[in-house]
């Protein structure tokens, strides 16, 4: 009997360093994919996919870029899909974080492979032409990945009032599981950052190269998306897709005009709730899987985080967790290769 799987895709800061080479250790036989991805790329002026992934060694201020990013991510995590063991694997939905949205929407079927592309390079190209604000990332769990009492309502307080000081625009970007992703202008991030305790010598943490993605200030750049990305991209989705607001879009019954607004509106310029996404997805869909598409494994403990504060399945915090996936894994990251191979073709 097929395993049922709910698919998760990656967002924007999964391809690092250990990451470099990815699409080609993984996906030798992808040819032609890779092969439209290039062609795509080439015909613009940009530089490959294949070079960026096959580069000697690897540089952060050119794959962490907007426009190489996102398609370096897109192809990784999409040739990770059609990989799948559909013998295996019965794919009953599919969400995603952040960028990972358009990803989720080609996976679905809602955009083709091309389409896909198209979507992901022209907005990662479009944020990185305006660079629009920065995020930082921030967490309000324990070691164990339990809520701190009170943590969370501190730090939100806390961006209200920045929010509110002259010249400070700041707001939540992602919620992530047990960490939030702040966004906003140069000096709202800096108020922010010198008023947050300082945790672990690494939060508040700047993420290099993202601009104020999910908020307000993103609004120009949704606008030229809509200008540059017709609704006629858009068809039916074949899987059913979890949006960042926990809302399930099913094939056959997709309302497209409203799938695109979404996409290139609510999507660019308000919080992108990838906590509820996952925990919706287990809701409605009982996977026995989530599969976390890479590049990279740094998603999965945020998926853990968002079913640990629902309690999912009796999962009380980080050490059962660890516990649950060493016994028989339910969160399996592709990115991992003992991992995927309990769901790769």
């Known amino acids: 009997m097929k395993k049922t799987a709910v698919v998760v895709c990656p967002g924007r800061g999964t391809y690092n360093k250990p990451e470099l080479g990815y699409l080609g250790r993984q996906h030798p036989d992808k040819t032609g994919f890779v092969s439209m991805l290039d062609a795509y790329r080439t015909e613009r002026g940009q530089t490959p996919i294949s070079a960026l992934d096959g580069a000697e060694r690897y540089s952060i201020s050119t794959c962490s870029r907007g426009d190489n990013a996102?398609?370096?991510?897109?192809?990784?995590?999409?040739?990770?899909?059609?990989?799948?063991?559909?013998?295996?694997?019965?794919?009953?939905?599919?969400?995603?974080?952040?960028?990972?949205?358009?990803?989720?929407?080609?996976?679905?079927?809602?955009?083709?492979?091309e389409n896909g592309m198209h979507?992901?390079?022209?907005?990662?190209?479009?944020?990185?032409?305006?660079?629009?604000?920065?995020?930082?990332?921030?967490?309000?769990?324990?070691?164990?990945?339990?809520?701190?009492?009170g943590r969370r309502d501190e730090i939100?307080?806390?961006?209200?009032?920045i929010e509110g000081r002259a010249g400070c625009s700041l707001y939540v970007s992602i919620e992530l599981g047990g960490m939030f992703v702040f966004a906003g202008n140069d000096a709202g991030l800096k108020a922010l950052e010198a008023e947050l305790p300082r945790l672990d010598d690494r939060f508040p943490m700047r993420l290099a190269?993202?601009?104020?993605?999910?908020?307000?200030?993103?609004?120009?750049?949704?606008?030229?998306?809509?200008?540059?990305?017709?609704?006629?991209?858009?068809?039916?989705?074949?899987?059913?897709l979890v949006d960042g607001r926990g809302r399930v879009w099913y094939p056959q019954a997709t309302d497209l005009s409203a799938l695109w607004d979404y996409t290139l509106g609510h999507q660019v310029t308000c919080t992108y709730d990838f906590t509820r996404a996952v925990q919706a997805s287990v809701k409605e869909f009982a996977p026995d899987y989530l599969i976390v598409l890479g590049p990279g494994n740094t998603l999965g403990g945020a998926v853990a985080q968002s079913l640990i504060a629902i309690d999912w399945d009796g999962l009380g915090g980080k050490s059962d967790f660890i516990e649950r996936q060493a016994q028989s894994p339910f969160v399996v990251s592709m990115g991992m290769d003992n991992q995927r191979a309990l769901v790769s073709g």
């Open 70 to 113: 996102s398609p370096l991510i897109y192809g990784c995590a999409y040739a990770d899909f059609r990989s799948l063991n559909r013998e295996t694997i019965d794919v009953v939905a599919v969400a995603g974080n952040s960028m990972g949205w358009y990803i989720a929407l080609a996976c679905a079927g809602a955009l083709s492979a």
């Open 119 to 149: 979507v992901v390079n022209t907005m990662g190209t479009l944020m990185q032409e305006s660079l629009i604000g920065g995020q930082t990332v921030y967490p309000f769990v324990d070691g164990n990945w339990r809520e701190i009492a």
């Open 156 to 161: 939100l307080a806390l961006v209200t009032q």
């Open 209 to 240: 190269n993202h601009a104020a993605f999910h908020t307000p200030l993103q609004e120009p750049i949704a606008q030229k998306g809509r200008e540059a990305l017709p609704e006629t991209l858009f068809g039916q989705p074949d899987i059913a």
